[in-house]
């Protein structure tokens, strides 16, 4: 059976890295420092985080993956584990030495600080393999600077300021991190009309086909998924292209195709609403009129 590595506490994971604790619930490492290693010589290595992990990457020592994919992990580029994702590295089982820089933070740092009520908000911290953020040289000079200020608090007396000091610049970092994927996601603005092309498609073709029937109202998950895409980064995407929602530009559709049914007289608005995959014909109901003004039957007579 394949050996998975566990690292609940940043005590664990400093050791592994020949860094010295300062605070027990956050370090910044320098995997330079780190002792060369080959993980016992296994080519494919399973890696269980308990913490909050940003690796940068400086320099190739193995592929990541993360389920079926593989990272798109470049140097300059960051990648964002949440508590209990499982990592695995692709190596040649022989000896290396660890390069580039990691943040790393329990949950429990951030009791009782503004970050415990946003850090879910950071949605890259669930995007999928093939969505790290990759950075240029400024923005990973910003990343850096990040990295030194919470070391530098790191490295004072622990006294009452010292967790929402850390906590107040780990968010700063964050928010960098939403600016540098906002940027990312405008640079890559031809890849994502390729994406909302597709997604048009996909829906189009939902509402011809008997899907609606077989499974309900088409959700963001059931698109994502079709774009292989992780549900966050296909609903951070969609916003940014086209300023809603996915679930809305899911709605605004459901309404399209629901205005062209109610021209045909012969089917009554509970059959139109089964059409669509609406599982309650009321529900139908109130979503129509909430987005036009008008009921399914109000709608008809107008027309």
Known sequence: MEKIYRFDTVFEYNNLNNHETLHPLVS??????ANPRSWGGEKNVRINYGMYCIFLKDVKCGDLKYGRNY???????????APGQVMEIENDGKVYQP???????????????????????????????????????????????CFSKIEFELHQNIDKHSK???????????????????????????????????????????????????????SVAYFA??????????????????????????????????????????????????ELGFKYPQHFTRLFKNRTGFSPIEYRLQN
């Open 99 to 145: 390069k580039g820089h990691a943040l790393v933070f329990h949950a429990d740092l951030l009791r009782g600080t503004s970050l415990a009520k946003s850090i879910n908000d950071y949605n890259f911290f669930s995007y999928n393999a093939n969505e790290a953020l990759h950075l240029s040289e400024r923005e990973r000079q910003i990343v850096l600077d």
């Open 28 to 33: 910044v490492i320098n995997f330079s420092k």
């Open 225 to 274: 998924d079709e774009l292989h895409l992780s549900a966050n980064y296909f609903g951070d995407l969609i916003k940014k292209e086209t300023g809603k929602s996915a679930k809305e530009y899911i709605q605004d559709k459901t309404i399209d195709v629901a205005k062209t049914k109610t021209f045909d007289s012969s089917k009554t608005v509970n059959e139109i609403a089964y």
């Open 164 to 218: 929402k000091l850390i906590a107040s610049n780990i968010e700063l970092f964050l928010n960098y991190c939403e600016r540098f994927y906002d940027r990312q996601f405008i640079t890559r603005d031809n890849a994502n009309k390729g994406i909302l092309e597709k997604f048009e498609e996909l829906l189009n073709g939902y509402f011809s086909s008997d899907k609606p029937q077989k499974y309900g109202l088409p």
């Open 71 to 81: 990272y798109d992990y470049q140097e300059g580029t960051l990648v964002f584990v």
